[in-house]
């Protein structure tokens, strides 16, 4: 067997989240990261997206590889989220973790009634060895603490997992990125940084979290009312923010919102989080203070309709009733698809002549969690890598990474640019692109935690753009002749388009099917004979095709 | 009868669309504008919206009142879109507009079949009386020539319609707003400016059309391949830059797209678009020529479905071959709710190599035609109205607008903000909120062009999220009892969900209707039985609420 390494990523390339990478060295695979990915709203009652391992799955069914570990990088959901489903089918191996991300990711797995499976490690630890590969964790600035890069060694040379990062010079817990780990990686020659590349069509560098503090505390003093701040439950830094300019104005604390209560808990427990027992209110308990003296801390910085957020704004809340003295700062970039929620909840709340302060238009009140040009220029100017493969980010985002590398020196053939499921394959010579795998979309539902088949998503769209016709046709199993007119039901399209379906269908549907005399053997003929037809008459009449469900009564 | 005037908005107040609004002078009725709205991703299969003009049919069909007029402001779909579906039902009454927009209006009317109804009036005209009214055109800037701001006077007093401007001091046409026209209406006295709020997030000036020329010449000259530019179609100022580079580097034009092919024949036919006929080359002919020489303006810059731009990135373009050395500049800014598909389309083609320049991340393509804080606060000092009500923004907007409005030193009563359909009373002493008209959804489906019944939507969501589930029955007409078990049909559940479902039913139905024994006499109070038995089961077993279609069969 050839001595070389493939790099296959199963999601995360093209696309910003559903981060999972496989590392082969010949029959052994390490895994960086297991994230879920966001449906858009095109993916019609769908909310999660997993990443597609059947590639994985397979290799392990066989015998051909073994899963000698996996790593994770930092604690979102898109990089942790889609452990209970993926470990689930697969053998036992070794999970690591720094301290944070490993209790994000173990509280996920006790959710789904699973045992905590990831180990904890230190900055500070000896490299892990997993057979043939030794894994480093190297801290970096995110917008979550403990996020860290993975360096990767292995017989074929050294890799550098560079995901999601920013270079904050003045992080707000003041654990800053280590350099000097970077700089002796870059001196063990690595072969190629698999790079962050969101930031890339930003100009200069990210602002740091520091220059938040400020402008929250200020409109929190401005305020005469509750002050309300919404962000995404894992941004632990924002929250500490809020807790500390509260603090200050001698304001009380409440988280409000099953993921964000969760999220404090853990930070608290973990010592990432300090917050005086007497400085919190439960939620049962905000009717005893005085508005003026209450930090609410919300989940719902997306605008998901379930949300404590979206449930306060509506009125819905048991607890929570907002008033036009209140402040409400949403403390959080929207995902792209989320923007109609996001601004119907803002308008909702204008309406009631509340204070909205939101981060559209400024970085006072948030800051992004990736680094912009000149960080993604430092990285490779510190690690000096041969290669540079932009991941985390969308074509256009690569595109534009691949303008940066160039300007750094990097040839056109060192910069490489892939999809999901491209194969690159690492020799000591010379790298090559090796098999495509074909991935397919893997969606969850998010109430009944199940995966949804391709086909019902297919289904709901169809319907939902054109309607659904249902005919009921009533056969003479001994002579195939259909009795009466068939039944016909038609949703999701006009009264008018209704009655022309109906007319038509009345009037073809028994033509078609007079064709075939004699007894009926086949049913299942005669079922798809009808919805064939019927597809066509109502093309050809409406230029429509919504779904048709024929169902034929055999009498 | 009291001497007042009622100002009823039927569509643009808490949203930036659909605008139509009402002046009502005892029984006479002035309208201004008559727009589109158009529907984001929650509204399944739609694309328009119409104003509701119940209310108005109502007042006129009773014969209480009579329109003696209708003003148009501008050529945008928005403000003009809805004239031949509102028209229809209603009397003959004048309609004026200046050149470019009445061209606009009239072509609309007439490709829907209609005769041309829209007077051409001149910025220089005399003001036009319509009863009681006196209305005269003001020439402001905005992304489209011929913008204008209607003065009205009434014998309650004087109104100022200020919808859509900016003031953009170095127009690419030369034309300014003409500020000695506002400064007399102020001179006048205003009671009340209806103003343009939706720049109102945004500090300081809205940057002039002038400043993009530089940069789309600038672009044009590295190209070595084909300049695609994409805009709105209405955006003649654009389209006329990009038309001057060309001219400048020697490279010749092609409109691509039904709606901007139209748009430019308007402008040239109505001399606000020189193109010497030797550098236009038509779709078909662009085989002919190098791709370096030419510069295709092409419609379709919200990623619409079917636009020209989908078709060229998606390879399914005939005539047009899009390759690895072509620009693609996206020079408008993403109407709420359209990022996916936009974002799509960007990524699609930066995959394929192609250079995309967007105007996400900055103002060197695009500039809003909308005014900023400034443009809005100068417009009020201008005017020196007595009352501001904000007008064609959502409640965000109007609550920014009303801050400006503040620190312009207007007293909290003299900012009006309101709904759609709220009427606004203005008599000689004072101002009082009349009644709340209730206006529904009215929506339009762009291919058939026909109304669509609100209930069809609402199915359509309701299956889109949820699923269907069609229920057959034979229920024995003489005992009222089930015969056999129930042909249930499940669509967009998963398979998991719909073995459930299945089983469930098959217990529960029989049971539900076994209560009411005797001959059916009631086939309607069956199928209610059925429908909300099986919503109950399904809810308490999966959470979800599927659109039940129950069908009974009566044997």
Same mark, same amino acid.
């Given at each position: 067997m050839q001595d070389k390494l493939s790099f296959v990523p199963l999601g995360g390339i093209g696309e910003v989240t559903k981060n999972m990478y496989l590392y082969e060295y010949n029959s052994q695979i390490l895994i960086i990261d297991c994230g879920l990915g966001f449906a858009d709203e095109?993916? /019609?009652g769908v909310d999660l997206l997993l990443p597609d391992i059947s590639y994985l799955l397979k290799k392990i069914k066989s015998g051909s590889s073994k899963i000698v570990g996996m790593a994770l990088t930092h604690g979102h959901e898109d990089h942790i989220g889609a452990l209970p489903f993926v470990l689930e089918p697969l053998p036992k191996f070794p999970i690591y973790a720094t301290p944070l991300t490993s209790a994000f990711a173990n509280e996920k797995l006790v959710e789904f009634g *699973? !045992?905590? !499976?990831v180990e904890t490690v230190d900055f500070g630890d000896d490299p892990i060895v997993l057979g043939d590969f030794k894994i480093s964790f190297i801290r970096v600035t995110h917008s979550i603490p403990d996020t860290s890069h993975i360096f990767i060694q292995t017989p074929v040379g050294n890799f550098y997992h560079g995901s999601d990062f920013k270079?904050? /010079?003045?992080?707000f817990d003041n654990k800053k990125t280590d350099f000097d780990k970077i700089i002796d990686a870059a001196k063990e020659e690595i072969v190629c940084l698999m790079s962050?590349? /969101?930031? &890339? *069509?930003? *100009?200069g560098y990210t602002k740091s979290e520091q220059t938040l503090s400020k402008n929250i505390e200020q409109e929190m003093r401005e305020c005469e009312g509750k002050f309300i701040l919404t962000t995404y439950s894992s941004n632990i830094s924002r929250l500490n923010q809020a807790i500390i300019a509260a603090s200050r104005l001698g304001r009380k604390v409440c988280f409000v919102g099953r993921s964000l209560i969760k999220a404090a808990k853990i930070a608290q427990r973990m010592g990432y989080m300090e917050l005086d027992k007497k400085m919190e209110v439960e939620v049962g308990d905000? =009717? !005893?203070? +005085?508005? !003026? +003296?209450l930090v609410l801390l919300v989940a719902g910085s997306q605008g998901q309709e379930n949300s404590a957020l979206a449930r306060i704004t509506n009125g819905e809340h048991r607890e929570i009733k907002i008033s036009p003295k209140d402040t409400v700062l949403f403390s959080a970039d929207p995902i792209p698809g989320n923007e109609i929620s996001i601004n119907s909840l803002i308008d909702s709340l204008s309406k009631m002549g509340i204070k909205v302060i939101h981060s559209k238009n400024s970085e006072s009140f948030h800051v992004s969690g990736h680094g912009a040009q000149q960080e993604l220029m430092l990285m490779m100017a510190l690690a000096r890598p041969k290669n540079v493969l932009p991941i985390g980010g969308t074509f256009t985002h690569m595109a534009r990474y691949k303008e940066l590398a160039k300007k750094q020196g990097f040839s056109e053939s060192k910069i490489l640019l892939i999809e999901d499921g491209q194969e690159v394959v690492f020799d000591k010579e010379k790298i090559s692109l090796g098999k495509k795998i074909s991935l397919g979309n893997v969606y969850v539902d998010e109430v009944s935690e199940e995966v949804v088949e391709h086909f019902v998503i297919r289904d709901r769209q169809k319907i939902s753009k054109e309607g659904v016709v249902v005919i009921m046709a009533e056969v003479d &199993? =001994? +002579? =195939?002749q259909m009795v009466g007119n068939p039944n016909i039901i038609v949703r999701g399209l006009s009264q008018a388009e209704s009655s022309i379906i109906n007319r038509r269908l009345t009037k073809e549907l028994p033509k078609a099917i007079r064709g075939r005399r004699g007894r009926v053997t086949d049913w299942v003929y005669i079922r798809k004979n009808i919805r064939e037809t019927s597809e066509r008459s109502i093309f050809i009449e409406l230029h429509r095709r919504p779904l048709i469900l024929p169902v034929v009564i055999e009498v």
């Open positions: 095109t993916m /019609l *699973e !045992k905590p !499976k270079f904050d /010079l003045t992080p962050d590349c /969101l930031g &890339a *069509e930003k *100009e905000i =009717g !005893k203070h +005085n508005d !003026k +003296n &199993a =001994g +002579n =195939g």
